[in-house]
């Protein structure tokens, strides 16, 4: 086994350590949070229903198109985090439950979850 995939089963150990916990109810949706080496993605989801109430990407098109002026990942990811908070508010969503998806709470995913916790969100 090479070392990508052994770091992929470590995630993959992560995430289902954290889903056995984490379930988004009604009253405190699930804020679930996946990157890849160019994008990342953050949603808002009713576990009990299965549906996706919010949702931002950095692949969306005026989403893009504002990200060509940072200049790292790490202000992207503010970036992303700042609008999923103005979108949730606009949804009347207040209180989530932060879903890492495995990944570590480090750099993208930790902007991400500041981000998102200044404009208002409650995690």
């Not at 889903?19 to 009604?26: A, E, M, V």
């Not at 576990?47 to 098109?61: A, H, I, N, R, W």
Request: aromatic share 4%; no cysteine.
């Amino acid at each position: 086994m090479n070392l990508a995939q052994s770091k992929k089963i470590r995630q993959q150990r992560r995430k289902q350590h954290i889903r056995k916990i984490i379930f988004g109810t009604p009253e405190r949706l699930r804020l679930s949070v996946n990157k890849s080496l160019k994008h990342i993605t953050a949603q808002i989801i009713d576990d009990t229903k299965g549906v996706t109430l919010v949702s931002v990407s950095s692949v969306e098109k005026d989403v893009r198109e504002a990200l060509t002026s940072l200049a790292t990942k790490v202000a992207q990811s503010q970036y992303i985090g700042d609008l999923l908070a103005k979108r949730a508010k606009e949804a009347n969503i207040s209180s989530v439950a932060f879903d890492r998806n495995g990944h570590l709470y480090h750099g993208r995913i930790k902007a991400l979850a500041e981000a998102a916790r200044e404009g208002g969100l409650q995690f």
